[in-house]
């Protein structure tokens, strides 16, 4: 069974700070998604990440993929209130989306 | 970007009854759909893939009696909680692939209470 292993699972911090958030595995990935995801809405995709040590920017936010296609990071630099979320991966086919445990992420102003 | 939208948002039922909760995939025509389950504070679980036109896919441990799934066209698929009970009540959130990318979009979820 493939599993996806995010941590930290909760994070709070003040608006400025930066942040990682991790997404590990045993086993490997074609690709990787991130998703974020408000209260009581579906979550919103946020990149693909699909080649080994890929990098990725959207804005504040910077993903990786590692090499061996087993992890991934999300890195935000300057976090915002408006970043408070839940944070997931999701790794797999479309066919059968496995989605990580979670990062809830809250931002204090 | 491909809108989904689910209905209703919000449904609170009495236990034993069955409550439909529909997905409509509103821009693009998608011939598979998917549903999840979300506790809070927790991610998304996989219930069971609906195929337009043949019977659904089912996750490991997902009683397909209990939660029937039907994809009658190519813009809905229909999720029926029968005889629902508290234990049942969660987050329901459905996903649409879109074109030839695969790429997944989801629907807003439907938060259903069973009193």
């Known amino acids: 069974t493939q599993l996806l292993e995010q941590s930290p699972q909760f994070l709070s911090i003040q608006e400025g700070e930066n942040l990682t958030v991790y997404c590990n595995s045993s086993s490997v990935f074609s690709s990787l998604q991130w998703y974020r995801q408000e209260p009581g809405e579906g979550p919103v995709l946020l990149v693909t990440v699909v080649t080994g040590g890929e990098v990725k920017k959207l804005k504040r936010l910077t993903f990786q993929f590692g090499d061996a296609r087993k992890d991934s990071s999300l890195h935000i630099t300057a976090a915002q209130p408006g970043d408070t979320g839940l944070y997931l991966c999701?790794?797999?086919?479309?066919?059968?989306?496995?989605f990580g445990t979670g990062t809830r992420l809250q931002v204090f102003p | 970007g491909a809108v989904v939208s689910q209905h209703p948002s919000r449904v609170i039922c009495k236990s034993g009854t069955s409550v439909k909760i529909e997905c409509r995939s509103l821009d693009f025509q998608a011939t598979t759909m998917f549903w999840y389950r979300q506790f809070p504070k927790q991610s998304l679980m996989l219930m069971a893939t609906?195929?337009?036109?043949?019977?659904?896919?089912?996750e490991q441990g997902v009683e397909k009696d209990k939660f029937l799934i039907n994809h009658a066209s190519l813009t809905l698929s229909t999720l029926t909680v029968t005889s629902a009970h508290p234990e049942d009540s969660s987050f329901y959130i459905c996903s649409a692939r879109y074109g030839t990318s695969g790429e997944l979009f989801f629907g807003e979820g439907s938060r259903l209470t069973v009193l």
């Open positions: 999701a790794g797999g086919d479309t066919d059968k989306l496995i």
């Open positions: 609906s195929n337009e036109g043949s019977k659904a896919t089912y």
